[in-house]
């Protein structure tokens, strides 16, 4: 009865073992896809209006390209996009990421922690319309656990305000044509399956 844990504990510790043996052998270019799902919680401001915060669930993708520049440290393009039906008309939502990622793994555990920095997007897929798209700037950061070579469970925030950016361009197409520009405050979690080569 009591050799079952220490056989799972020995178990485990040979699993991890052999997953970072394998992981202190990587090295140059890497590619990764990922999909999941994704919630999205988020605020709408323009001009006088003010939504209440919403949440809305849907799929997460991501991808991305760079190198291993060590056994440890990666360095990529990451474009995270969670895909939803949402908004003021609940239109199709594209709230994405286009970021410059990094991700350490661990070297005792397959444990990968990720951050990066880049250019948030979101955008209104509307069909009878020509759709209205903000920017601004988003930080993402994440886990991950290595469970077989090459695949990785991965947890993954974001933090955005698009349209900070496009605030003088949205000023001037307020004078020009009385659209106020629309504010947003969005966060999003993913929880998804990566596979990276």
């Known amino acids: 009865?009591?050799?079952?844990?220490?056989?799972?504990?020995?178990?485990l510790f040979l699993s991890l073992a052999g997953a970072n043996e394998l992981l202190a052998q990587r090295s140059g270019f890497i590619i990764g896809f990922g999909l999941g799902v994704g919630?999205?919680?988020?605020?709408?401001?323009?001009?006088?209006?003010?939504?209440?915060?919403?949440?809305?669930?849907?799929?997460?993708?991501d991808f991305k390209i760079g190198a291993q520049v060590s056994p440890s440290f990666q360095v990529y393009y990451l474009g995270r996009t969670n895909w939803f039906n949402g908004g003021i008309s609940d239109d199709l939502i594209a709230a994405g990421?286009?970021?410059?990622?990094?991700?350490?793994?661990l070297p005792s555990a397959p444990i990968h922690l990720s951050g990066g920095i880049g250019f948030a997007s979101w955008v209104d897929i509307c069909v009878e319309c020509s759709g209205q798209s903000y920017s601004g700037v988003g930080l993402t950061g994440g886990f991950g656990w290595e469970f077989a070579d090459l695949w990785l469970l991965d947890v993954g925030v974001t933090y955005a305000q698009p349209g900070d950016v496009d605030m003088f361009l949205g000023n001037?197409?307020?004078?020009?044509?009385?659209?106020?520009?629309?504010?947003?405050?969005k966060r999003q979690v993913e929880l998804g399956v990566q596979v990276s080569y």
């Not at 009865?1 to 178990?11: G, Q, T, V």
């Not at 990421?97 to 793994?105: I, Q």
């Open 39 to 61: 919630a999205t919680t988020y605020t709408i401001s323009s001009g006088s209006f003010d939504s209440d915060r919403q949440t809305d669930v849907g799929l997460a993708t």
């Open 1 to 11: 009865m009591h050799r079952s844990p220490a056989l799972a504990s020995i178990a």
């Open 97 to 105: 990421l286009s970021a410059v990622g990094v991700t350490y793994v």
């Open 172 to 185: 001037l197409q307020s004078d020009l044509f009385g659209e106020p520009l629309a504010a947003l405050d």
